[in-house]
């Protein structure tokens, strides 16, 4: 049976292998790294796809990568070692931003890019996307020891964002 | 609707306040958690959950417990 770490291994491959520029784990599997464990079921990957001449954004280069290593795509998640991961590309700065200044942490002795609390909650906070299972994430991150209040505050305000 | 004695005695403020910080010393000492064991919680809930959410409404074909160890 395959292993978390084996799932990480596979997002390091993709960028290695360039079909990601970058990545950071995002949602709630990045909350596991910062607070409580939460239920969840799939694995949100903010990522950089590689620039090219397209002005259409397409994860088809990515499924066709996953697809050749022999995990399948359904419902817009690869099957990766046994984690059904979502691919996000990054949709605006604040996104862009979470993965630039995401964190490289390990687990089990893998390096794993893991998104931070403050761009967690500010995501959270996105006007597009408050959802009330967001708004409770959001409000556990803002408990957590983990989470910079100057940081989160000059989020904020930079990306004009709601408390 | 029930209805309840007046007079009935109140938790103190102390009280609450200890039961609160409780519960953030709890919350605490989960998220200082090893991540390994961070990651089986995730897995137990999800056995835990998926069945109960499963009675709501039928699930996604990728909404199973992940078939991995942490």
Redesign the interface.
Known sequence: ????A??LRVLNDMKGSGVVEDYAVAGA?AM???????????LDVLVFLPEDEATIVSLAPLYDWAAGRGYKA??E?V?I????VQFLPAHNSLAEEAIERAVT?E??GVPVRVVRPEYLVALYLEPGARTLKRRERAAALM????LDRAALDDLRKRFGLEP | MASFPKGRPRPSPDLLEALRAGK?AL??Q??R?E??E??R??LE??R???PLIERRRPL?????P?????
């Open positions: 049976m395959p292993s978390f084996d799932a599997m596991v790294f910062w607070a409580e464990p939460i239920p969840t079921y799939d359904q419902a998640h099957m070692e046994g984690v059904p942490l687990y089990e408990e957590s020891s983990a | 953030v919350r605490r989960r998220e958690s991540l390994r961070k990651i919680i995730v809930l999800q835990l959950c998926l996604a074909d990728w909404e199973r992940w078939a991995i160890t942490p």
